[in-house]
């Protein structure tokens, strides 16, 4: 599943048949998927840690006994910043920005991340490119793309 598709869903309350608000954003670190923040309709923000919830087919599911807390920035990135940084191979070229990741539905892990090569580029390829997690590198908030064979091959 993409990640932009968790955004704007509804975070609901199995046992009470609560909504409490709707994913606004998520919290990302090195490309790992911390948590959700959510935002009640109050307009106040709160966040959901990895394990606090599961991923409905239409809805975020919040587990027994977890609930919102209260969130400061908790000094982690947002997955609204992280679209649009520029990724680059192992040799220091440019191949693309960050257009997406890929979260497994059930581990809730990043398994690749998209790259867009421009709108120009994409259109022309007909698709953006996925490059798992094993053939990344981060290094704090840089990221370098190791090349594999197959990559190699492609570009």
């Given at each position: 599943m993409k990640a932009r598709s968790l955004l704007g869903m509804p975070t609901v309350v199995p046992a009470r048949g609560e909504i409490v608000g709707r994913v606004c954003d998520l919290v990302?670190?090195?490309?790992?998927?911390?948590?959700l923040l959510v935002e009640e309709e109050n307009g106040k923000?709160?966040?959901?840690?990895q394990e606090g919830f599961s991923i409905g087919e239409d809805a975020v599911l919040l587990n027994e006994g977890a609930?919102?807390?209260p969130y400061q920035g908790r000094g982690k990135s947002s997955y609204k910043d992280k679209m649009g940084e520029t990724i680059f191979d192992s040799d220091g070229r440019e191949i693309g920005r960050v257009s997406d990741l890929v979260i497994d539905e059930e581990t809730k892990g990043t398994i690749a991340v998209e790259i867009s090569g421009g709108v120009i580029q994409d259109f022309l390829a007909g698709r953006r490119e996925e490059i798992?997690?094993?053939?990344i590198r981060v290094d704090g908030s840089d990221m370098v793309v190791v090349e594999s064979e197959e990559r190699s091959g492609n570009g």
């Open positions: 990302i670190e090195e490309f790992d998927l911390k948590g923000v709160g966040f959901i840690e609930g919102l807390k798992p997690m094993n053939s």
